[in-house]
Nanobody, 115 residues
Framework: QVQLVESGGGLVQPGGSLRLSCAASTSIFSIYAMGWYRQAPGKERELVARLTSDGSTNYANSVEFRFTISRDNAKNTVYLQMNSLKPEDTAVYYC?????????WGKGTLVTVSS
């Protein structure tokens, strides 16, 4: 069982930056993949960024070159650095972990991009 707790969301103006954190209850060193998803009002949950244990990353086209996913194994934490934020980035952001055929989710953190 892996428990995930997100933090770092909030209100930011267009063009601004935020860094989201996802703290895991267990060592993330051996977790196959960790990622960030988001769900905007009235829309389906979508993948934002994903990082596998071999260091491979993939990003949604809409965030590539603006967002960066990273992990700190010593802190059991995954980060999502978000730059050049746009109003369309407004959503609840969820942390996700995949291990041994199981999928785990955090409760989410709200990001609002508005002037």
């Amino acid at each position: 069982q892996v428990q995930l707790v997100e933090s770092g969301g909030g209100l930011v103006q267009p063009g601004g930056s935020l860094r989201l954190s996802c703290a895991a209850s267990t060592s993330i060193f051996s977790i196959y993949a960790m990622g960030w998803y988001r769900q905007a009002p009235g829309k389906e949950r979508e993948l934002v960024a994903r990082l596998t244990s071999d260091g491979s990353t993939n990003y949604a086209n809409s965030v590539e070159f603006r967002f960066t996913i990273s992990r700190d194994n010593a802190k059991n934490t995954v980060y999502l650095q978000m730059n050049s934020l746009k109003p369309e980035d407004t959503a609840v952001y969820y942390c996700n972990a995949a291990q041994y055929g199981m999928t785990y989710w955090g409760k989410g953190t709200l990001v609002t991009v508005s002037s």
